[in-house]
C-alpha cells in the first residue's frame, strides 16, 4: 500500500505543476463578482465572492477536485459532530414553522457560531417522514404526530420524543371586501364539507364560495380536518369538499385570499396581515361569545382554534441537539416566539 501511495504522490506532482502553470496564465481572464444565492421561503439569504473561471479551466477543476473527492471516505446520517469543531443540525418539516425554525437558527448562531443549521419546510408530515427514515436530526410539526406514524418509526428503530416549543392559534381569512365578520365552527364545517356553498347563507353577498386549504401532508391541513371540518369527534368521516383549492403554502392560502373577494381559508396566526386581509371572530356555537385570535387570546384559551407546535427528536436529544433545544425552550428562544406572532410557552401561566 505504501508504495502505491508513493507512486500516485509521484505521478501527482507533475500534474499539481502543470496545474499551477495553467492557473497562473489564466489569472487575467478571472474577475471576481459578488453572488447573492436566495433560498425562500426556506432558507435564508445567503451572499458569498465567487470567481468566473473560463469554461476549459472550469471543467479541469471539477475534474480534479471530483478526482479527490472520490479518495475521500463517505459519511452518513442526518447530523455531523466533528469532534468539537463545526457541527450541523437538520431541521425539516412545518411550513407554518419554516420562519420560526429560521429564525431560531439565526439567532442561535450568536449564541454558538460552531454550529449549522440547515431548516427546509415541505409540510409536517415530510418532516416526520424524514424522522423516521433518519435523514433528519428535528422534524417540525404543526401537529402531534399520528399513533401510526410513531409505530412505523419505531419499527424503523427510531423512538420519536415530542417537544411542544410554542403555540399558535389557526386565523379564518377572508377578503377584506367581504362583509361577513364572525363565524362559528359549526359553519364553518359546513362550508367545507360543501353543505354551504354561498356567502348569502351566512348574511353576506350572493357569491359562491371558494374554499381554500393547505394540501393533505401539511399538519394544519389535518389539524382543520380534525378540528372544525369533523368538529374533534373522532367517529366522525366528513372530508373536505372536492372543490377546495389545495395551496403548496401558508402563502400560497393568503395569496388566494386577497385575491379572491369570494375566497376563505385559514392560516397560522403568524402568517396572518390585517392590512391585507380580513379576520374573522371564531365561537364554538351560535350561543358562545366570537373571539378574535391573538396572542392573548390563545394563550388563554378562549380562542377556540389554539395548538401547539412541535418538534420531534429520534431518542432523546444529546449534544449539539439538546442544546439547541434547551435554548429554544429559554426565555431568549420563547421572545423570538414573539417576535414572530406566535404565543411563546408559560405566557398563559
Known amino acids: 500500500m505504501f508504495r502505491r501511495l508513493e507512486g500516485m504522490r509521484r505521478i501527482t506532482r507533475p500534474r499539481a505543476r502543470w496545474l499551477h502553470n495553467l492557473i497562473s496564465q489564466s489569472q487575467d481572464r478571472v474577475e471576481r463578482s459578488l453572488y447573492v444565492q436566495k433560498i425562500l421561503p426556506t432558507s435564508v439569504e445567503v451572499t458569498f465572492s465567487?470567481?468566473?473561471?473560463?469554461?476549459?479551466?472550469?471543467?479541469?477543476?471539477?475534474?480534479?477536485?471530483?478526482?479527490?473527492?472520490?479518495?475521500?471516505?463517505s459519511r452518513a446520517g442526518a447530523s455531523v459532530e466533528d469532534g468539537g469543531q463545526r457541527?450541523?443540525?437538520?431541521?425539516?418539516?412545518?411550513?407554518?414553522?419554516?420562519?420560526?425554525?429560521?429564525?431560531?437558527?439565526?439567532?442561535?448562531q450568536v449564541v454558538d457560531p460552531s454550529v449549522d443549521i440547515a431548516v427546509t419546510g415541505g409540510g409536517s408530515g415530510t418532516g416526520i417522514a424524514s424522522l423516521m427514515n433518519g435523514t433528519v436530526d428535528i422534524a417540525n410539526a404543526s401537529r402531534a404526530m399520528k399513533q401510526e406514524e410513531i409505530e412505523d418509526a419505531q419499527a424503523n428503530g427510531i423512538d420519536p420524543i415530542e417537544h411542544v416549543v410554542a403555540i399558535?392559534?389557526?386565523a379564518i381569512v377572508v377578503h377584506q371586501d367581504n362583509p361577513v365578520?364572525?363565524?362559528?365552527?359549526?359553519?364553518l364545517s359546513d362550508m367545507f364539507t360543501g353543505r354551504i356553498t354561498n356567502w348569502k347563507e351566512l348574511g353576506g353577498r350572493d357569491a359562491p364560495i371558494v374554499l381554500v386549504s393547505r394540501e393533505t401532508n401539511s399538519g394544519t391541513h389535518v389539524y382543520f380536518l380534525e378540528e372544525v371540518v369533523r368538529r374533534g369527534d373522532s367517529n366522525n368521516t366528513d372530508i373536505f369538499a372536492p372543490q377546495t383549492l389545495?395551496?403548496?403554502?401558508?402563502?400560497?392560502?393568503t395569496s388566494e385570499v386577497q385575491r379572491n373577494p369570494n375566497a376563505i381559508g385559514y392560516d397560522g396566526l403568524g402568517y396572518v396581515n390585517p392590512e391585507h386581509e380580513k379576520v374573522l371572530a371564531i365561537s364554538e356555537s351560535e350561543h358562545s361569545s366570537f373571539t378574535l385570535p391573538s396572542v392573548e387570546?390563545?394563550?388563554?384559551?378562549?380562542?377556540?382554534?389554539?395548538?401547539n407546535l412541535y418538534m420531534y427528536t429520534a431518542g432523546v436529544p444529546t449534544g449539539s441537539v439538546a442544546d439547541y433545544l434547551n435554548w429554544i425552550l429559554s426565555n431568549e428562544g420563547q421572545s423570538i416566539v414573539a417576535e414572530l406572532g406566535f404565543v411563546p410557552l408559560g405566557l398563559n401561566e
Open 50 to 73: 465567487k470567481p468566473i473561471i473560463p469554461p476549459a479551466l472550469s471543467l479541469l477543476l471539477f475534474l480534479v477536485a471530483f478526482s479527490v473527492a472520490g479518495c475521500q471516505p
Open 87 to 108: 457541527r450541523a443540525i437538520q431541521n425539516k418539516g412545518s411550513d407554518t414553522m419554516v420562519n420560526l425554525a429560521l429564525a431560531w437558527a439565526e439567532a442561535y
Open 168 to 170: 399558535d392559534a389557526l
Open 181 to 187: 365578520d364572525e363565524i362559528t365552527i359549526e359553519q
Open 246 to 253: 389545495l395551496m403548496p403554502s401558508s402563502v400560497g392560502i
Open 297 to 307: 387570546t390563545a394563550a388563554s384559551g378562549s380562542y377556540p382554534l389554539s395548538r
